[in-house]
Nanobody, 122 residues
Framework: QVQLVESGGGLVQAGGSLRLSCTNA??????????IGWFRQAPGKAREGVSC????????YAADSVKGRFTISRDNAKNTVYLQMDSLKREDTAVYYC?????????????WGQGTQVTVSE
């Protein structure tokens, strides 16, 4: 059973950076076998996809709103996926969720993390 745990959220000023981490609390499963996505949900808004990393060839995709600012990466040795967030804006404020999928291109989500809060202030 995959148990995703996010960390790294917090309060940061606009223009600053944060790095979110997503790891599997169950050491018996490796995240390398899964496509991993980061999603976010702001108050009163629907959950939206931010960025994803495929399991087939580690191709990455990013939403237009974060392209050039957010970078997703995987460290297989640490069984961890990161979301490096630079040049943060107030509109990036949300709860960020890590998701894992057994399908190579994250067509469906099999596991969700509990979320980590990111707050960007002026």
């Amino acid at each position: 059973q995959v148990q995703l745990v996010e960390s790294g959220g917090g309060l940061v000023q606009a223009g600053g950076s944060l790095r979110l981490s997503c790891t599997n609390a169950n050491s018996g499963f490796t995240l390398e076998d899964y496509a991993i996505g980061w999603f976010r949900q702001a108050p009163g808004k629907a959950r939206e996809g931010v960025s994803c990393l495929t399991s087939k060839d580690d191709s990455t995709y990013a939403a237009d709103s974060v392209k050039g600012r957010f970078t997703i990466s995987r460290d297989n040795a640490k069984n961890t996926v990161y979301l490096q967030m630079d040049s943060l804006k107030r509109e990036d404020t949300a709860v960020y969720y890590c998701a894992a999928s057994g399908s190579a291109y994250l067509r469906t989500v099999d596991y969700w993390g509990q979320g980590t809060q990111v707050t960007v202030s002026e």
